[in-house]
Structures are given as C-alpha cells and as structure tokens.
C-alpha cells in the first residue's frame, strides 16, 4: 500500500512539473552567435538589416485610359483653378496690365504644381522606393526650381535669393505653425517621431550656417572689396551642400530607412495602386512641366511692373508672395494630414520641403548661376540670415519634445506673421550688397 502511494504521489509530482502549453517546435540546433545577435537587436527594436521592399515584386492592377482622367480630375479640389491656366496666357498673348497677367498666372501655377506631385507620386509606386525618393526630391520642387531659374536667367538674383529664402520659411514656420495650430484644435495633443523630425531640423541648422558664413564673411572685412572671394566661397559651399543632401537621400531611403518607416506608413493606410496608365503618367509630367515653364515666364516676366505699380520691394514679393505659388500643394497637403492626426506625415513635409529648398534647390541656383554666367551667391544680409537663424532655432526648440499642440502652432503664426510685416518695410537697398539686387552684370 505504501509502495502505491509513493508510486502515485511520483507520478503527480512529474506530471506538475510539465508545461501547461506544449511548445509548438523544438530546435534541435543551437542558435549561432549571428541568430542570437539577430534576436537581441529584435527584442530592442533595431533591426541590423531592415527589409527592402524594391527586392520584392509588385503588381498592380490595370487602369483604364476613362478611369486615369477620371482618377487626374479628382485629385484635388485645388484642380477647379485649372481655368486660370489659359486665362493667364491668353492674358500674355492679348497684352492685357502686369496686374492681370501676374495674378492669373499666380493663380495658374497653383493647380499645376498639385498635378505634378500628383503625377510625381504615381510614378513613385512604379520605380521603387530610391528612384521614387529621388523623383519626389526633383519634381517635388519643380515648382520653385521653373521659376527660380528663368528668374536668374533675367539677371533677378534679389527675386531668386528672396524666394529661396521664402521657401524656407514659408514651410518651416508657416507650413508648420499651420499644421500644429489646427492639429491641436481637433486633438488635444499630438504625437511625432521625434528622432526623424529632430535628423531633418539638425540638417537644416547646417544649411542655415552656410547661409551666416558668407553673411558674418562680408561684415568682417567692411570696406574691402570681396565679391570674387564670396563667389568662390558660394560656389564650393553649393557643392558641399548637394553632396551632403546625397548623404542624406542615402541615409533616409537605405541605411536608415526604419527611422522613416512611421512617416511613410501614416501616408499610406491603404495599400497603392497606380491611378492611371504609365504613358499617361510620362505625359502628365512632361505637359504639366511644360505649362508650369510658361506660365512661370509670364509671372516672372510682370513682376519689375508689379513692384512698381503695387509699391512693393523685389524682397516681399520673393519671399512672401512667390512662395506661396511653390508651395501651394504642399501647405494644402501637410494641414490636411494633420488634420488626421498624421504629424509624422505633416511634419515630414513642411521641414522636409524646407531641408530640401536649403540644401538642393539653392546651391543648385548658385551652381547653374554659374554656369550661365550669373554671379549668384549664398549672401544674404544679416538681418535676412538672423531671421532665418531663428526660425530654426525656434523649431528646433518646439519639436525636441516629440508633441505638439495648437498654442505652438498659434506662436508659430505670430513669428510669421512678424516676419512678413518686418519684410514688407524692408528696403531693398538694404539687401542689395554685393551681388543681391536685379541689377547685377552677368559674367
């Protein structure tokens, strides 16, 4: 009896001992020093070598030629000003005032530059995530690109530095303030990632500084005459900046994709699919590009008239108005994700397009600036650079915390609004030393 119970009390004791869940595999193997390596990155979120998705085959279903016009006229509501598109040159070839033709081109430029990031971004589907990446960095500031160069191709270095410069701030206060002001009005308080927001604000404060140097450069040496030094200076930091805008392209699309993964995701709840045909795409591009060109022509073209009718400074109307044509597409898209509490998404194109403009747009200007025979600089004055300085510092400070809210938004809106008020007094006598007024020889 005794012998029995030891036996049954064995038995219980073993089968406590067993796990509740059988395992559903067993390895047979020890894991190697790369697989254990592998995992412990996985427990903590780092991934040494994230997949890449141009490595897997996509397919896309078929669109009709009905369904890609019909899919182009529903884009945006931005599409019902395509009116002013031949308006505006009809209003060149009858030889209506500047007045007229300055603003239905204005008008015009707007629902192109919507069309072409729409095309732009349907292409990207097709082309994977690198060549997608660097169509979106070309076209997505052809725009500002069209109109910069025929600008310098007129010999109105003042209008194309002012622009640059509008651009940026228009994006990285405006665009922003907008974004966080109405974002924080329907949420309480809004989330970002803060690693990838802060990576784009650091490159911006090196863009900034190459924009102090030739500034701080000029103001050292007052009463010399350094016009040949601050263009050799220009010229090498452009190539500079472009390079480091390569780097950044590298690091945003290959080595560090993850960091931007949040930021894709929030612009994609539903799997892409094309819109319409490829050929359709490629015409697209090419027909929107080439109205772009002209109606940028016949803007550029009114503006000397437009100064003097309005009485206006060539600087206001660089760095106010121009900006808001560039950017049209892009302020509608970044408030409106935001509205859907996509901040990652909203933040990634108001300081993206701004990092953009700084590091590509701009030293291309000086590069083809010189090519041409137009001694375009990086020389701004000390008060257009200190207002730059402290924008970035300003968004800097605001985004270091990874959230947002509409009282930041709203101060966001007072320093741009600070800044158009400070620039429409703003002589441009003022900004005209060394090579920033429309008066420059070209060599």
Known sequence: MDQTLSMASADDQANSCKPLIKPMSVRSEPRSPMEIHELSDAENGVFADPPNPQTEKRTFKPVSVKDGF?????????????????????????????TVIFVLNFLAIVPLAKLLGYATEDLSIRVGETLGGLLNATFGNAVELIISIIALTKNLIRIVQASMLGSILSNLVFVLGFCFFLGGLKNYEQEFNATAAQTSASLMAIATSSLLLPAAFVASTSGLNVEDSILSISRATAIILLVIYAGYLYFQLRTHSALFVATEKAGNDESEDPQMPLWMVLALLGFVTVLVAVCAEFLVGAIDEIVLQWHLTETFVGLILLPIVGNAAEHVTAVTVSLKNKMDLAIGVAIGSSMQIALLVTPLMVIIGWIIGVKMTLYFNVYETAVMFISVLIVNYLIGDGKSNWLEGLMLLGVYLIISISFFYFPDQAGSGLNGNSTTSAQ
């Open 70 to 98: 019909m899919n182009i006229a529903k884009s945006s509501y931005v599409n019902v000003l395509i009116i002013f598109v031949p308006l505006g040159i009809i209003a060149k070839l009858v030889g209506w005032s500047p």
